[in-house]
């Protein structure tokens, strides 16, 4: 650290130093406050807590397994169907589309990213919840209800919906990353492949997708941490029942849905607990997600040598 | 001085402009802000505002209470969110509200959290009432308190079952061959706690396999938050079915079940038949209120009715406690004509006496005392 | 090839295109001067606004601002002039990690850390909540635009004997003011529409704010309220609600990128 000549400066210097350390300990308080509220929990379940199914407030049993379910079923389902489409989206934005077209296209991506989750939610409820109920189920469930997915009461609301809406919010994040990560590739890469003959496509695919997998898996990892914590718009559209079903039609539960629904009406001390303990593995899974994807980004732009 | 700031454009001062606007509309914002923030205590002073929360079963003969008060009494805002009766207990004893809502009464297990005592007024009585969403059915389905436990059980899947054509001979034909799509309550609810207390008295199986209580693991069915969640799920969702207070299915203009009651007669609910109840169980009324009329003797009872009850500490700030006495009795008073209108029962004569006295018991003290 | 990616395009767009024209169809026809001034009326009667709930966003952004705002942009100077040393490497590692803790949780910690202790449900309690939503994103924001006023600028200030601390106010902030404002903006866009956290810090309301430290009403919370609910004209409210809160969302964030676009023009 340098050394500040003027007083005024060391005092400046300390200030910024203070604030941005209380930013340091406020992630600090936020996880101590989580343990600290999922003691009784912890000690009554262990890590037992996690691989149980059984959530019965009645019993006063608590396992987060249903919730870790409907989480990564959820999550993963608008993964699947997001992440192509993102990468679609991105390429064609940055390798294909005219500039004014792109900016265009960018510009609406952005804007649907900045729509807030309860109107997601909202839309959800009155738009897509009787869409998949009326077509797209019955559908599913005619044609393909030999599987297990697909069987089942068609609500509407469910795992499916939950799905979508939550690939429809993270798509944004997603391609706004892509992009990034492919406008990151020099340009002569892009020439070597041309002047090499490969066509438009393949030039993508060589020139701009093969050095771009670790930031693909960046933005992908960056969608998932989205996923995983959106908590309006799945509440709304989920059905909200802690259980683990092979169909996608039937009603789930995530782990910020249950929290949602529950935590301010659990009225045994147990129960806030365990809803607090689904907090704190949220908490500690979303940092570590982070975590890796941010490492990923980075080392990404420092092999590139570029900074941003 | 640099480049940025030469570089001001037709766009920039727009957007100057809006920025500009966009600080204004902060900087009166923030006097508002102020003025809350300093005026607090002087406006608490004209103006004493009550918060309560919890049962969403009541809410809108309370949110009509409250509007309607404010007529008799300007100087007195009860703030009342439906957040679930599981809700106003936990909240209430919390001490982040003045005071709870609840159908359910407290559990001993719940007094027992908090060395205050508590009080519970009965403020009405409703039914829940089973509503389903069926196009094309016409007249009234009949449910028995068995078939009721098995399509909650999800042992009964389809509408066209032979148990429920059974029930319903004349309309067999009409039952179509869809789905029963259960809902019920995601949220700590009183509404619940009522219903499951009722499956647990007529059939043995919910009671070993579910129980009763306001959260539950339930075995089929969506979600919904709060009666208005439960109701607004039915009503998107063709082939529903759930439990729901009177009030709701009727101002959604939802059909209701009757259902079959101890002396084997099939009932609908409405006020009258939850009188009923309550009368035919009045000789049980313990002095704190706290009963369950479920599954009531009586060929006229309906058989899921119940008190709803608004939970105070007897000890009360002496800002609130002199006028929420005054509200409370009010709502014993002229409140129980408004019940009717919106399909709640008022409270029997020689019962409202009882709860009077009850609500005289709120003492005024200076500070609430802390600690549970 | 060509045609898969212009299909993912549209597929993209399709569900923007869907919301907003459901927010608007469904939104505009309650879209009257009543909304912004009638408070809601009880179940069943027709009629009543959103006033109370669109000034109590107001109030609530406000409140966040006044925490989010200073602490997001002393960060973010902080990272950008002294962001060399490891502590503040670890430091921006936080900023992107507090920026990624779902909203719900932040709901759980202000609950726990204002709402029991006051024993109150307040806006002290949502507008907290909402700060610490509002500072990774306004941190972030200052950082990047602070990195692109030239380093010779600041050499220059330097190199006329202005001690440090006067260079960064007077000439480095002075010089990127349009950018904090953009990061302010996004900081105001990210929490206008929050609503988990408010679920069990603020509350809800059914009057006009009176004090700080009651509960208070928000238009997201409301519309949540309102949407699951069975009763019509709530719905048709709460598309109206949508439909102001994602005008308002909208705005900010083209006034945003405006500022951008004359802002960085040496960037691409």
């Known amino acids: ?308 | 001085m640099n480049p940025i700031q030469m570089k001001k454009s037709k766009y920039s001062r727009l957007a100057s402009l809006r920025s500009s606007v966009c600080v204004s509309a902060m900087a009166l914002t923030l006097s508002q802000v102020a003025t809350l923030g300093m005026n607090g205590n002087v406006a608490a002073a004209a103006v004493q505002t009550i918060n309560g929360a919890g049962a969403t079963f009541p809410y809108p003969l309370y949110s009509k209470w409250f509007s309607e008060y404010r007529k008799v009494d300007p100087s007195l805002e009860i703030n009342y969110q439906s957040i679930g009766s599981g809700g106003g207990v936990r909240q209430l004893l919390e001490k982040t509200i003045d005071f709870g809502a609840s159908d359910a009464p407290m559990t001993a297990e719940q007094m027992a959290k908090t060395q205050l005592p508590i009080l519970h007024i009965p403020t009405v009585l409703g039914a829940v009432a089973i509503t389903y969403h069926l196009p094309g059915f016409k007249g009234d389905l009949r449910l028995s308190s068995e078939v009721l436990a098995e399509l909650f059980l999800g042992k009964i899947t389809k509408w066209n079952d032979p148990k429920l054509k059974a029930l319903n001979p004349s309309l067999a034909a009409s039952l179509p061959d869809t789905f029963v799509m259960v809902a019920h309550r995601s949220d700590g609810s009183g509404t619940s706690a009522i219903f499951t207390d009722y499956l647990s008295k007529v059939s043995p199986e919910w009671k070993s396999k579910v129980g009763a209580g306001t959260a539950l693991k339930w075995p089929v069915g969506l979600g919904g938050k709060g009666n208005e969640g439960v109701t607004g799920l039915i009503k998107q969702t063709p082939g529903g079915l759930g439990y729901v207070e009177l009030v709701y299915a009727e101002t959604n203009h939802l059909p209701v079940a009757r259902l079959k009651n101890r002396s084997g007669v099939f009932v609908a609910p409405s006020p009258h038949s939850v009188s009923a109840a309550a009368a035919a169980e009045a000789a049980n009324m313990p002095k704190d209120f706290r009963v369950s009329i479920t599954d009531a003797q009586g060929k006229d009872s309906y058989p899921i009715s119940a008190f709803t009850y608004l939970l105070v500490y007897q000890r009360m700030k002496a800002t609130q406690a002199p006028q929420f006495r005054k509200f409370l009795d009010w709502a014993l008073t002229d409140g129980q004509k408004l019940a009717q209108p919106l399909s709640y029962a008022p409270l029997p004569a020689e019962l409202v006496k009882k709860v009077k006295e009850e609500v005289a018991k709120i003492q005024a003290v200076q500070a609430v005392p802390a600690g549970k | 090839m060509v045609g898969l990616l212009i299909g993912c395009a549209i597929l993209a767009l399709f569900p923007l295109f869907s919301v907003f024209l459901y927010v608007c169809q469904q939104g505009l026809p309650g879209l009257h001067v009543n909304f912004f001034t009638s408070l809601p009326k009880p179940v069943g009667e027709v009629g009543g606004g959103m006033a109370n709930a669109v000034l109590g966003s107001l109030i609530l952004i406000t409140l966040a601002s006044l925490i989010g705002i200073p602490v997001g942009i002393a960060t973010g100077v902080y990272l950008s002039e002294y962001g060399k040393t490891k502590l503040s490497m670890i430091l921006r590692f936080c900023t992107e990690l507090l920026a990624g803790v779902p909203s719900i949780i932040i709901g759980i910690f202000a609950y726990s850390l204002f709402v029991i202790p006051m024993g109150r449900f307040s806006s002290y309690a949502g507008g907290a909540a909402l700060a610490v939503i509002m500072i990774p994103t306004v941190a972030r924001t200052t950082e990047e635009l602070l990195k692109l006023v030239p380093v010779h600028i600041r050499e220059a200030g330097l190199a006329l004997g202005i001690s440090r601390w006067k260079v960064t106010l007077i000439i480095v902030l002075r010089g990127s003011l349009s950018g904090i404002m953009t990061g302010v903006m996004l900081g105001l866009a990210r929490v206008t529409g929050e609503t988990a956290p408010l679920l069990f810090t603020a509350l809800g309301s059914q009057y006009w704010p009176r004090s700080l430290d009651q509960p208070i009403a928000s238009l997201p919370v409301q519309i949540y309220t309102y949407a699951i609910s069975p009763f019509e004209e709530w719905h048709q409210q709460a598309w109206t609600g949508a439909l102001v809160l994602v005008l308002f969302v909208f705005i900010l964030n083209l006034t945003t990128r405006m500022i951008l676009k004359r802002h960085a023009p040496a960037k691409d």
Not at chain 1, 154 to 180: N, Q, R, S
């Open chain 1, 1 to 308: 650290m340098r050394r500040e000549a003027h007083l005024g400066d060391r005092i400046f210097y300390l200030l910024l130093n203070g604030v941005a350390l209380s930013v340091l300990m406020l992630l600090g308080a936020i996880a101590w406050q989580l343990i600290h509220l999922s003691l009784p929990a912890i000690h009554k379940f262990g890590f037992g807590f996690f691989s149980s199914t059984n959530w019965d407030p009645v019993q006063e049993v608590f396992g987060a397994g249903p919730v870790i379910f409907g989480t990564l079923v959820s999550s993963g389902l608008a993964l699947l169907i997001a992440a192509p489409i993102s990468v679609g989206v991105a390429l064609f934005l940055n390798e294909l589309a005219p500039r004014r077209l792109a900016e265009a296209v960018g510009f609406l991506v952005e804007m649907l990213a900045a729509i807030p989750s309860v109107v997601y939610g909202l839309w959800g409820i009155f738009v897509l919840a009787p869409f998949l109920r009326i077509t797209v189920e019955p559908w599913l469930s005619g044609h393909f209800g030999w599987l297990p997915l697909f069987r089942g009461a068609p609500y509407g609301v469910g795992m499916l919906a939950a799905a979508l809406i939550l690939a429809m919010m993270i798509t944004p994040t997603i391609a706004a990353i892509c992009k990034e990560v492919f406008r990151a590739v020099p340009q002569s890469q892009r020439e070597a492949a041309r002047a090499l003959g490969a066509t438009k496509w393949e030039t993508m695919r060589l020139a701009v997708l093969e050095s771009s997998h670790s930031g693909i898996l960046g933005a992908v990892i960056l969608g998932l941490a989205r996923a995983l914590g959106e908590t309006m718009a799945v509440t709304m559209v989920i059905g909200n029942r802690a259980e683990i079903a092979a169909s996608l039609f039937a009603p789930g539960q995530t782990m910020a849905s249950v929290i949602a629904n529950e935590y301010a009406e659990a009225s045994g001390d147990l129960h806030l607990s365990a809803l607090a303990f689904v907090g704190l593995a949220l908490f500690a899974v979303s940092f570590a997600i982070n975590s890796v994807a941010r490492i990923l980004v980075w080392r990404l732009n420092r092999n590139r040598g570029r900074d941003f």
